[in-house]
């Protein structure tokens, strides 16, 4: 089952960084070294509110399949249609580069708001 | 047939309450955002209902000095009440029915009916008015009978 084509209600996206590490020396002139050609860490929070609890239920199910935060996996067309609704930019810039899949950063979070309507946040990272 | 306060009536636990000046409800539907990134109007899906109301009672006495209750202190006293020590004072839950009595045969009288709580009592003694009882309430629930 592949991520579910939901229209989110609130996205944040956060592009990562590349692999660089930062050296100090005595006299305080900072020294950089890249470790690698691909970002990382990207992160992407999005927030379904007020969606049916069948609608809610295929984010825990999809989860699940990903076996929690184990599994990588990338969208399909559907879904980043729905996910990236409302940018008006390219759709690369809130995407991963090459080689770099989402997976979940932690657990699905449900709130019920009133019988068969809830509320999930899902927070996504990533990882190369 | 238009309706007016001549054919009002309102009933306080199955008795027909007296000197009724006024009676109003209102049911409101909250609503649930449901506008999604793209969209450009915003879209809704039914949230839970309140159902509240108020009315006026005139408060009264069958004679000078006579004591004795009358509606507006039967209603009243669902949520007044003295305090006693180390005794949480609770609020009675009341049936309140409203009627528009129009002769109806077949159907009965139009009318609403429902548990509530009475949310707020409101009573002025002033010069040249009639002293009398303003009730707020909150219906519990759905009401329980509605034939509108």
């Known amino acids: 089952m592949p991520y579910p084509a939901i229209r989110p209600t609130e996205r944040q996206f ?40 069948l609608l809610a239920e295929e984010f825990l199910n999809h989860y699940d399949e990903t076996t929690g935060t184990f599994s990588t996996f990338t969208f399909s067309p559907d879904a980043r249609v729905a996910l990236f609704a409302g940018w008006s930019g390219t759709e690369g810039a809130l995407s991963p580069p090459s080689g770099v899949d989402w997976r979940y950063e932690k657990a699905p979070q449900v709130t019920a708001v009133r019988p068969g309507i809830s509320t999930i946040t899902v927070s996504l990272v990533g990882v190369i | 047939m238009f309706y007016s306060g001549t054919q009002g009536k309102m009933f306080i636990d199955g008795v027909r309450a007296a000197k009724v000046k006024s009676w109003s409800f209102s049911s409101n539907l909250g609503l649930l955002d449901t506008t999604t ?17 108020s009315c006026t009672l005139l408060y009264y006495a069958d004679a000078d000095g006579s004591g004795g209750s009358n509606s507006a202190s039967t209603l009243i006293n669902k ?23 129009d002769g109806g045969v077949i159907t009965g009288p139009r009318h609403v009916q429902a548990k509530v709580y009475l949310t707020t009592v409101s009573m002025t003694c002033a010069v040249g008015e009639i002293f009398s009882a303003d009730v707020s309430f909150q219906v519990n629930g759905a009401f329980s009978e509605v034939v509108m």
């Open chain 1, 14 to 53: 956060d592009p990562g960084d590349y692999p660089v590490r930062k050296y100090n020396a005595q006299n305080g002139a900072e020294v950089r070294i890249l470790y690698g050609n691909r970002r990382f860490g990207l992160r992407l929070a999005l927030s379904y509110t007020n969606i049916t609890d």
């Open chain 2, 37 to 53: 990134l793209g969209d450009t109007d915003g879209t809704v899906t039914p949230g839970t209902r309140t159902n509240t109301g």
């Open chain 2, 79 to 101: 949520l007044l009440k003295a305090g006693v020590e180390g005794v949480a004072p609770e609020a009675d839950e009341v049936v309140l029915r409203f009627e528009i009595d």
